[in-house]
């Protein structure tokens, strides 16, 4: 198993940039294939990108492809997103989430693929 703690989030205006991380519990971090996703009032939980173990294969969402960058970090049990000109629409609470695999270049883009989740942080862009 894996707990998950994000941390990061915020107020912060429009065009501004924010770093969320999510730190990862025990000594198995690179076993997990990691994800954010993102929820905002009255919506569904939506997938904004995924990593593989070795981070070597990455994904976006459409709607952040070009701001957002994911990464990671396997001796520090950390996983990052990077967000970078910020919009209103961004506005949400932030989730990370973890997968084990075997595999070490796959990662997961769906929200029923993830076993374990963070409990989210908040964050608000404002126009």
């Known amino acids: 198993q894996v707990q998950l703690v994000e941390s990061g989030g915020g107020l912060v205006q429009a065009g501004g940039s924010l770093r969320l991380s999510c730190a990862a519990s025990g000594r198995t971090f690179s076993s997990y294939a990691m994800g954010w996703f993102r929820q905002a009032p009255g919506k569904e939980r939506e997938f904004v990108a995924a990593?593989?173990?070795?981070?070597?294969?990455?994904y976006y969402a459409s709607s952040v492809k070009g701001r957002f960058t994911i990464s990671r970090d396997n001796a520090k049990n950390t996983v990052y997103l990077q967000m970078n000109s910020l919009k209103p629409e961004d506005t949400a609470v932030y989730y990370c989430?973890?997968?084990?695999?075997?595999?070490?270049?796959?990662?997961?883009?769906?929200?029923?693929?993830?076993?374990?989740w963070g409990q989210g942080t908040q964050v608000t862009v404002s126009s």
């Open positions: 990593i593989s173990r070795n981070g070597g294969s990455s």
């Open positions: 989430a973890a997968e084990s695999t075997y595999y070490i270049g796959r990662a997961f883009t769906t929200r029923s693929e993830y076993d374990y």
